[in-house]
């Protein structure tokens, strides 16, 4: 059978288009363009002879004891001094030449301005009406942030949660009325952690068909319904009008 004439036109560009790139590659350019080993070999020349600018913590610690005891025993204690007071290999060679200190109030919200993408806990505010106008250090020990009045509204960890129960249907309930808070959560919130309702029966007690407390809240048959999982795992608390 012949092979139409289109079939071979196709096959030769294809075949010259194959032959230029091979020649293309392996031929005209240079083997510093093409070789993941020239190139990696390039690039640590490249960073080898830059000039060192960051010193890592360790040596900040060996003049700075109290403070690096204190950033210990802190929230901070995994960030590096350098991530606020920038490159301090200059001040290592001159104490002197004293490294930057974040006085701008700008600075601190890098990290905690409200991000919903921020980990639930992670400490965050609002700018804008948080101690509007004062230096964040004027409250704050910057290497051990904990202020000096512990918070006493749970939106000032749990501002991503708090935003949205205040537009849901138990917007006026307070944090407690479901969760039991010690007191050491303030201080320790990653170690000690708030209860939360193990029993459908927690839910019922407000809107379970049997329920006299909160009369106007929605009621279903707490016997039947959703069995055998827990309220929670099918209606999110903190805006149960929508579902999981």
Not at 66 to 95: I, M, Q, W, Y
Not at 117 to 133: K, V, Y
Request: net charge positive; glycine share 4%.
């Amino acid at each position: 059978m012949r092979v139409p004439e289109q079939i071979t036109r196709l096959a030769v560009v294809i075949a010259v288009i194959v032959v230029v790139a091979g020649v293309t590659r392996f031929v005209l350019l240079p083997r510093s363009l093409v070789s993941n080993d020239v190139q990696r070999a390039a690039a640590i020349e490249r960073e080898i002879v830059r000039p060192v600018k960051f010193v890592g913590s360790a040596a900040c610690h060996d003049c700075h004891e109290d403070v690096a005891t204190k950033k210990s025993k802190s929230f901070r204690k995994n960030l590096s001094c350098e991530g606020c007071h920038g490159p301090a290999t200059k001040h290592l060679e001159n104490p002197e030449a004293k490294p930057p200190a974040p006085r701008d109030r700008k600075f601190c919200p890098v990290c905690h301005a409200y991000d919903a993408s921020r980990p639930t806990g992670f400490p965050q505010i609002n700018p804008t009406a948080h101690n509007p106008l004062r230096p964040c250090v004027s409250c704050h020990n910057p290497h051990d942030p904990v202020p000096p009045r512990t918070p006493a509204a749970c939106s000032a960890c749990h501002a991503q949660i708090e935003r949205t129960k205040a537009v849901s249907s138990h917007a006026l309930l307070t944090c407690t009325t479901c969760h039991t808070v010690p007191e050491r959560h303030k201080t320790a919130p990653r170690s000690v952690t708030p209860t939360k309702p193990e029993t459908r029966e927690f839910c019922a007690k407000c809107h379970g068909t049997e329920a006299t407390v909160m009369k106007e809240a929605p009621k279903v048959d707490a016997v039947t319904h959703g069995r055998p999982y827990l309220c929670w795992q099918c209606h999110y608390p903190h805006l149960p009008e929508g579902r999981t």
